[in-house]
């Protein structure tokens, strides 16, 4: 025997005895052996769950390998993340076991994806591998035992959020977005928007900016070793990392507080369960029941607590994000305003209509004197952009407006506003106190502390759209501290981009 087959034959014999080890039920811990028979007694949820780094199963290279679960009656698939790897629970032996399904051979392009069942297949969206953040669907072809591409009018990068598949609306969604590209700089990003992928269109769209004080619900879930505080059930997804347990309703814009009769129930074993550092700590709804799993190598505890949708409360909400095309309510006084007010409102903004109609017509002139000349310096032709869209999806039938006028779309009219001001103020040698920042934002007259993040907010977003869209890596507002009272910020807009925006655009 020549060294060559020795080695071939001992790599199968390593990985046969990987195998084998996977399907040893008897080496299971007690957390996994009852998460197995848990998952087989029920034949009608519909689930998701992402379990914490003990639920290995026995699988080889589980480092960084954690498993997604998702339900759908009997059907219960394994998702490995890192892999293509996907698992069935084998019921031929006298105990049940993982099968793997799949006939994949690559691997490393998808942690932090988001997994679910739709229509009885699996799907995964987003995720990350190789320097880059994902921005498609995929599904699992069981016909082929293959993952295969899921088209759609539009792509949407995305790593692990808060998110949740509608089965009535057949929709997927998503709260904010997390993405990394390091093959431009290597940063990471947020957006604090909530997202919907509509499958009837295959096309996303964005519902609109979250709320500040929820701005909680953007927080990665389930890295490495940490527990995802969210329940996936029937009626909506449940959030537990807040005092009291929330649904989150994203198809009604929603989150209703869980009654007082269901939170003392919860009270009784929270903080056990809370306790840091369990490798086989788990939440997962079935039916009407929550189950919460703890457990070490050697012992397994499960908390049951039925809960419905009629354990939280119906008429006592908060909204999760601001509409689309509605002023948030920091920003607009609707609701405040007597009708004398109101009629001057009105007024003013049909004064502002008839100014803005002049500005934009005087506009169209300028660009009609200025088509045979080339570019201004830093911007790109319409032949050479990219085909990156104003909400931060990326449009397969590309996107012709100039990436100027894409970049002031996708802010809000405060956004947009300051913007203009503070451009206009910076080419004169000036630069824009904390005040006028507030106020430009609808703000002024708001308490201190929701000033400040709407004001953090409303500037990380500019700079991080004005990246996107023109390809810059630098900042577009910039401060520095008030020479008058070191407490304070000046805002201004760098010398550089002066060329890139002047002219360009109304001021």
């Not at 928007?193 to 927080?219: A, I």
């Not at 505080?229 to 005092?243: K, N």
């Not at 085909?387 to 002031?408: A, H, K, T, V, Y």
Request: aromatic share 12%; hydrophobic share 35%; proline share 3%.
């Amino acid at each position: 025997m020549n060294k060559t087959t020795a080695l071939t034959l001992t790599i199968l014999l390593s990985i046969s005895l990987d195998v084998a080890r996977a399907q040893d039920h008897d080496s299971f811990s007690p957390a996994e052996k009852m998460l197995l028979k848990t998952l087989l007694e029920d034949t009608v949820s519909n689930t998701v769950a992402y379990l914490s780094r003990g639920y290995v199963f026995n699988m080889p290279d589980e480092s960084q390998r954690n498993l997604i679960l998702v339900k759908s009656g009997k059907k219960n698939r394994f998702m490995r993340i890192g892999s293509q790897h996907l698992y069935d629970i084998d019921t031929s032996g006298n105990n049940p076991k993982l099968k793997r399904i799949d006939s994949a051979v690559h691997a490393g392009h998808n942690f932090r994806c988001m997994g679910f069942l739709r229509k009885d297949t699996v799907f995964q969206h987003g995720g990350y591998g190789f320097w880059k953040t994902n921005d498609f669907f995929t599904f699992f072809d069981e016909r082929t035992n293959e993952w295969a591409f899921y088209p759609a009018a539009n792509t949407f990068p995305n790593e692990l959020s808060y998110h949740y598949y509608d089965r009535k609306q057949d929709a997927f969604y998503a709260i904010g977005s997390h993405y990394s590209d390091e093959h431009v700089y290597n940063s990471a990003h947020t957006i604090d928007t909530v997202y919907r992928f509509d499958f009837s269109e295959r096309k996303w769209s964005s519902l609109g900016k979250l709320q500040p004080e929820n701005r909680m619900l953007l927080q990665w879930i389930w890295i490495q070793g940490v527990v995802d505080p969210t329940l996936h059930s029937s009626f909506g997804l449940i959030e537990f990392s807040g005092r009291y347990p929330g649904l989150i309703d994203l198809a009604q814009n929603r989150i209703y507080k869980s009654k007082e009769n269901f939170f003392d129930k919860y009270r009784d074993f929270s903080d056990e369960i809370s306790t840091p550092g369990n490798a086989y700590k788990q939440i997962m709804h079935l039916n009407d029941t929550a189950h919460f799993f703890l457990g070490t190598g050697s012992w397994c505890k499960v908390w049951k607590i039925r809960m419905t949708r009629e354990d939280f409360e119906t008429d006592k909400w908060t909204y999760i994000y601001s509409p689309k095309g509605a002023e948030n309510d920091e920003e607009s006084g609707i609701g405040t305003f007597g009708a004398a007010s109101l009629i001057l409102f009105i007024s003013a903004i049909g004064s502002l209509l008839l100014l803005k109609a002049k500005r934009r017509r005087l506009h169209e002139i300028k660009n009609e004197a200025s088509r045979a000349e080339p570019p201004a310096v830093g911007m790109t032709s319409e032949s050479q952009q990219a085909g990156q869209d104003d909400e931060g999806f990326s449009d397969n039938r590309g996107d012709i407006r100039p990436p100027l006028e894409r970049f002031m779309a996708a802010l809000t009219t405060g956004e947009s506003e300051l913007v203009r001001k503070l451009l206009t103020i910076s080419m004169q040698g000036g630069k824009m106190d904390i005040s006028s920042v507030n106020k430009l934002l609808g703000v002024g007259k708001k308490d201190e502390s929701v000033q400040k993040t709407r004001r953090s907010m409303a500037i990380s977003n500019i700079n991080n759209t004005f990246s996107l869209t023109m390809k810059s890596q630098g900042k577009l507002i910039r401060r520095e501290r008030d020479p008058e009272d070191k407490r304070s910020n000046l805002y201004y807009i760098s010398e550089e981009y002066y060329p890139m925006l002047s002219g360009q655009m109304e001021m």
